[in-house]
């Protein structure tokens, strides 16, 4: 069975920096679609950013408000190692990040769609303030 496990959230000034991993186990697939999200209380799940790796070579996504600051990654070695670097951030990044997977398909134009993903972690904390 697939289980995600994120790391890296902390409590930064804004402007800062920091970087989210997140670690999956078992049967990834191929051509698959990983993302994070972000859940602040009373909200709906919001997509940060997703990454295709697959047939088409490695594809990343963005919403509008964190590009240029996030950066989405997976690791050159470990392809069950994804990675968000978060800069400049800001107090409205504060959120619970999640990472997610979607083993069967490539990201596409519902990469922000929470539904669309069977799997994921317990949800790492970043808090920003101003």
């Known amino acids: 069975q697939v289980q995600l496990a994120e790391s890296g959230g902390a409590s930064v000034q804004a402007g800062g920096s920091l970087r989210l991993s997140c670690e999956a186990s078992?049967?990834?697939?191929?051509?698959?679609?990983m993302g994070w999200f972000r859940q602040t209380p009373g909200k709906e799940r919001e997509g940060v950013a997703a990454?295709?790796?697959?047939?088409?070579?490695?594809?990343?996504?963005y919403a509008d408000s964190v590009k240029g600051r996030f950066t989405i990654s997976q690791d050159n070695t470990n392809k069950k190692v994804m990675y968000l670097q978060m800069d400049t951030l800001k107090p409205e990044d504060t959120a619970m990040y999640y990472c997610?997977?979607?083993?069967?398909?490539?990201?596409?134009?519902?990469?922000?769609?929470?539904?669309?993903?069977?799997?994921w972690g317990q949800g790492t904390q970043v808090t920003v303030s101003s």
């Open positions: 997610a997977l979607d083993r069967f398909s490539g990201c596409g134009s519902t990469w922000s769609t929470s539904r669309r993903f069977s799997f």
């Open positions: 078992g049967p990834i697939g191929s051509g698959n679609c």
């Open positions: 990454i295709y790796r697959g047939d088409r070579g490695i594809i990343p996504y």
